[in-house]
Nanobody, 125 residues
Framework: QVQLVESGGGLVQAGGSLRLSCAAS????????MGWFRQAPGKEREFVAA????????QYADSVKGRFTISRDNAKNTVYLQMNSLKPEDTAVYYC??????????????????WGQGTQVTVSS
C-alpha cells in the first residue's frame, strides 16, 4: 500500500509560480510512475504530467507544456510539480497519483492505483 500526501498549494497571482510536492510512503516508490492530475470546479479530473521511475521520460498535457515541470527524488520518496507562468485557468485541486506498472507513462486516471487527497491551487487574475 502506498500513501500519498500533497503539499505546496495556495493562492498566487497570474504569472506567478508554485511548487507542489507529493510525499509517498512505501519502499517501492522508486519503481512507480508518478503523475499529477487536476480538477477544476464543475469539470472532470484531467491529466497534467507524469514521470517514469527513472525520471526520464516525462509526459505533459498540452495546456501546461513549457510552463510546468515534473521531477522526482527517489531518495526522498517525493515527486514535484514546478508550475510557472500560472494562469487563472490553472485553478484546480491538484492530485498526486502512483502507478504500480513499471515503465508505463499513463495519462488516464484508471492507470493509477494510488491517489493523494489533493491540494488547492488558486490563481487570481
Amino acid at each position: 500500500q502506498v500513501q500519498l500526501v500533497e503539499s505546496g498549494g495556495g493562492l498566487v497571482q497570474a504569472g506567478g509560480s508554485l511548487r507542489l510536492s507529493c510525499a509517498a510512503s512505501g519502499r517501492t516508490f522508486s519503481s512507480y510512475t508518478m503523475g499529477w492530475f487536476r480538477q477544476a470546479p464543475g469539470k472532470e479530473r484531467e491529466f497534467v504530467a507524469a514521470i517514469i521511475w527513472k525520471g526520464i521520460p516525462t509526459q505533459y498535457a498540452d495546456s501546461v507544456k513549457g510552463r510546468f515541470t515534473i521531477s522526482r527524488d527517489n531518495a526522498k520518496n517525493t515527486v514535484y510539480l514546478q508550475m510557472n507562468s500560472l494562469k487563472p485557468e490553472d485553478t484546480a485541486v491538484y492530485y498526486c497519483a502512483a502507478d504500480r506498472i513499471p515503465g508505463r507513462l499513463g495519462v488516464r486516471e484508471y492507470e493509477y492505483n494510488y491517489w493523494g487527497q489533493g491540494t488547492q491551487v488558486t490563481v487570481s487574475s
